[in-house]
């Protein structure tokens, strides 16, 4: 099937055609992550996309189906340094970046194959990487943008941050992990504290309790002493303090928690940071300065229970916060950093996704909810390297925030520099160091791909992606665009599940139950593939069943038979008169037809699938292909049965074409050719004028009827081809007498 793939390549089939006179059709591809693999589920998310774009392509649409990858940020970092065995902190920056740059070439190229190796009918030249040039550019570009609508700004705040990548998060690369905890009750003196954290003792600044509680009534605004560190520290009183709770007195470190923060921001605490950028005790934990959190903590305890400072050990099961790319527990620390302004806007991006048709529609809520759940601006200022950099300098003496011409963009401030004095006449400038976060950049793909076209686009038609990515790419291009354009940015969003094996069970390494796309495609090819990928229910998640692609396999065999068996008896042009039986199946072919298309257009895409399958099998194999032969071996109403035979055969194929573009190409090359490609044929159009009830009526009696004899046939354990004397028939099916009679192999039919 290779051959086809070269094929649509060489002749440019799913080429952006801006000349195109059909109404546009455009697609927020997902841009996959190059350090990453393509694993079942990118192979059956893609599938569904491209189902829907192909079956778009065949109604005369004019087709945006771009292709990019996302390859700048913390994954190709990370894989970077694994693949090549070095260290980005321990590099250059340049040479690191270099590197980075250089193993993405060598990589890209076999990686995209994978996608084309599912069938995926995008225009790989309208293509781009999240670190190009182009999308420098434009991440660039709009970053001013937004600073100067004063929707961005650098403020030193408590922030998410991962002390194993050295870098700030945003709150959804957060994961929950429950990990097994103990919590210790920990003698202040005039009262207990239980915590999980006792390596924060040295940044405890507060006591909080509750004004409810009779316990502690009469300690509010005391004086405590916290153990080993010594430091003098208030009781206060909050509403937020659970009275059931631990003891309900709860320590108050820079920064323990969320909670810690807000009491940090209204009651006007001290800073103290006990644990550094790099995940180790500061200064101010003394003699465990240096150590790691872990190390530290152990070492507390034991400190504490030296000085019989512990009351009480409770072994617990603890939900923290872990930072999906490495899972470390994130901490939250004191740093400068860039945000976009999303927390006053909430509703309007609720708004936004109201406007937008959600498949599945209860998704939504998901989005809703992770809006209102937010507690942060969204950060996009990263640590790290091998990023699109800030096109921003700082004035050496007076602090003033120097930002790039748009007209030299590209920058990269450490290299460049601003081309003006600061007002305040100053030349000397410091670069801002820091990277953006990919999601900065990757929630520009409707713009990203407005430039690749060289047209604006009023709303992209489609964006298809899985739901473990609605609160971060799916909710920053909503952020994005209502910044941009104040509009949403699609007309319609499809989510896929997650493909998990055939038990039900999530696929991973350590379960040794992962299916890999290319073994799957080696086996069955890539048409079977897409035959089980097409069982999709969206939002949903789906197994992955040997015997779905068994009987895509199956399928496969069954319509290459029956195109062979019909190939000599093809043709195109219509006679005078149709026969009565044709007429007939033209009919119920139409139904279909309308039902398929109907059914496309809802993304019902299972629905779709079986409606043509079960035509193909029943109607057409089982029934019309056995009423024609005595016909077509007889000589008689010939044209009639070929005219029927083509035309039926070919629409047949063009329904199965989004779904199994190979196979249906390898046959329409060989029997219908016309157009270079099936793929750019129209889909099969229901005819209004084509319907006939009465003789519709009549030709379902009849294979009732045949199926009857069949199955008589079948019981008495005799060939089908065995004759029959007498059969009866209870209702008139004036026309069809012959075919029963010939099919059937009736000597006499009695009404
Ligand atoms: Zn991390
Ligand atoms: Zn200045």
Known sequence: MKKWQNYWEENQIYKFNKNHKGETYSVDTPPPTISGKMHIGHASSYTHEDIIVRYERMKNKKIIFPFGTDDNGLPTEKFIEKEKNVSSKRMQRNEFIELCNKTLEEIRPQFIQNWKDIGLSCDFDLSYSTIDKRCQRISQEHFINLFNKNLVYKKETPILYCPTCETAVAQAELENKNIPSVFYYIDFGKLTIATTRPELLSSCVAI??????PRYKNLIGEKITVPIFKNQITVLADEKVDLEKGTGAVMCSTFGDTTDIEWYMTHNLDLKTSISKKGEMTEIAKEFQGMKIKEAREKIVEKLRAQKKIIKEEKIDHLVNVHERCGTEIEILSTKQWFIKILKNKNKFIERGREINWKPKHLIHRYENWINNLKWDWCISRQRFFGIPFPVWFCKECGEIILADKKDLPVDPLIQRPKKKCRCGSNTFIPEKDVMDTWATSSLTPQILEDLIGQKLIKINLRAQAHDIISTWLFYTIVRAEYIEKKAPWKEILISGFVLDKKGEKMSKSKNNIVEPKTVIEKYGADALRYWASNVSFGKDIRYDENELKNGKRLITKIINATNFAAKNLNKA????????????????????KEVNMLFEKRKIPQAKETIEKFFWNSFCDNYLELVKWRIYGDKEKESAKYTLYHSLLSILKMFAPIMPFITEDLYQKYFKEYKSIHITSFPDFDPNLIDEDLEKKGD?????????????????????AEIKEYKISKDISGFE???????????IIL
């Open 208 to 213: 909080f309790v509750n004004n409810k509680d």
């Open 574 to 593: 219509k006679p005078d008169r149709l026969y009565i039986l044709d007429q007939y199946f033209l009919i119920k072919l139409n139904k279909t037809i």
């Open 701 to 721: 009696l009849m294979i009732k009827y045949l199926e009857e004899i069949r199955k008589i046939k079948t019981e008495k354990g005799v060939s089908q081809k």
């Open 738 to 748: 012959k075919d029963l009679k010939e099919t059937g192999n009736i000597k006499n």
